[in-house]
């Protein structure tokens, strides 16, 4: 285990590193983070005490397994794992598991997975408040999922997220069956 007086920086360094595998990945690989670095994230986040750090060890964990192949337990669905961590975090007041759930499954183009993230995170600032001691993070886990939010919602609508947690619905073409009648009126030359 970590020496209490270091598991904020040991902490921070794991989202970091997380982020800028996943940041770089986004961007293409323009600064070859190598994403071998994942598995020693997620193995590595088994060092920090999920509980006192709001689930975001497990998330990590259990997210990257989702996310990388072949790197965690043999017919382990990660998704679910990260999804029902980043609930039970939460309910903390620190929502980093939240922006790491949105994050991960932008990168992995799991769309439905966004989804749920992106409606629980919003559903979750109505709902609980913010832990004063550790503001700094759960507002910067909000706006990773804002950010997220944004690109989802510039897709889907051209514009960004009015509020976090609502997503866009689609809607529904109506083709009318074409009538007898001129959509434009009798010709009046007839």
């Known amino acids: 285990m970590i020496k209490e ?9 794991l989202i ?10 986004s961007s293409g690989g323009q600064i070859g983070v190598p994403m071998q670095v994942l598995p020693k994230i997620a193995r590595a986040s088994e060092c920090l005490d999920a509980e006192r750090w709001w689930e ?6 259990s997210g990257i397994w989702a996310s990388v192949p072949g790197s965690g337990p043999e017919g382990v669905d990660g998704w ?20 790491i759930a949105a994050l991960l499954a932008s990168n992995g183009d799991q769309e439905e997975i966004l989804v749920q993230a992106l409606e629980a995170h919003g559903k979750s600032l109505t709902e ?3 832990d004063p001691k ?11 999922s804002l950010q997220q939010s944004d690109k989802f919602w510039i897709k889907e609508r051209g514009y960004r997220t009015p509020r976090l947690g609502e997503i ?3 809607e529904e073409e109506i083709i009318t069956a074409p009538s007898e009648e001129d959509p434009f009126g009798a010709d009046p030359f007839q």
């Open 134 to 144: 550790w503001l700094f993070f759960d507002q910067y886990a909000t706006e990773v």
């Open 56 to 61: 975001v060890p497990t998330a990590l964990q």
């Open 5 to 13: 007086k270091d598991e904020v920086a040991y902490f921070v360094a």
């Open 128 to 130: 609980v408040e913010a």
């Open 16 to 25: 970091s590193g997380t982020f800028a595998v996943l940041h770089d990945k």
């Open 80 to 99: 679910p794992l990260l999804l029902e961590a980043a609930e039970k975090g939460a309910q903390s007041g620190v929502r980093v598991a939240w922006g």
């Open 168 to 170: 866009p619905k689609m």
